[in-house]
């Protein structure tokens, strides 16, 4: 199978980080969405990173759905707990770190798309207000449970956490200062150093095994 997708993406490199936990086999394409837009609409009509070609050439997108699948090819090894409080958790977590991955691109997007002259700061300060939220209520969710740090006993929320403040740390980081959220800053330093996070770094770069 094939993941297509630049690595700047925060949801390209959850997928890349997960497919590799999860033992499964994948090449990737570094293709933009932007400067590739032609190239990527022969493989997906939709142009939406992360797409998933599957062996058969079906084609699946959206971070989320792709890992579902992925999970059911990996069977039974997975990142998700198997039992429903764990698992209720687990989702909570998740669901703070992509709504903070969200906030924090449409605040990239609002800056650097959007013509200066039409810049609404309203918006800009209610999304910026969303991601810090998001981030405070990861950092005190690290203070009351200290999550896991090694390559075997990453879960989901693990990896979607790491990947989404690594990203906003990267893009907008005079949005939300490091400084403020300790914990979060080097939770995500010590899974950076990981083996399946330094194979599919933050950037333009390509998987490699």
């Avoid at 090449?27 to 933009?32: I, P």
């Avoid at 949005?175 to 996070?197: D, G, K």
Wanted: with cysteine.
């Amino acid at each position: 199978m094939k993941l297509i997708g630049m690595l700047d993406s925060p949801y390209v490199r959850r997928v890349a980080i997960s497919l590799q936990l999860l033992g499964i086999d994948f090449e990737h394409q570094s293709l933009s969405v932007f400067r590739g837009y032609a190239e990527f609409q022969q493989i997906n009509p939709v142009v939406k990173a992360p797409t998933l070609v599957c062996d058969d050439g079906c084609v699946i997108m959206d971070s989320t759905l792709i890992l579902q699948y992925a999970e059911a090819l990996a069977r039974p090894r997975t990142l998700l707990p198997s039992d429903v409080q764990g698992l209720q958790h687990e989702l909570h977590l998740i669901g703070l770190a992509l709504a903070a991955t969200e906030k924090s691109v449409q605040i990239v997007y609002e800056r650097n798309l959007r013509p200066s002259e039409k810049l609404h700061e309203p918006w800009l300060n209610r999304i910026s207000e969303q991601v810090l939220a998001a981030y405070t209520e990861l950092e005190s969710a690290l203070a009351a449970t200290p999550l896991a740090r090694t390559s075997a006993s990453l879960s989901q929320a693990c990896v979607t956490i790491g990947v989404a403040w690594h990203f906003t740390q990267q893009m907008i980081p005079e949005t939300v200062p490091a400084a403020s959220f300790p914990l979060l800053a080097t939770y995500s330093q010590a899974l950076e150093a990981l083996p399946e996070f330094r194979a599919a770094p933050h950037g333009d770069g390509t998987y490699v095994k």
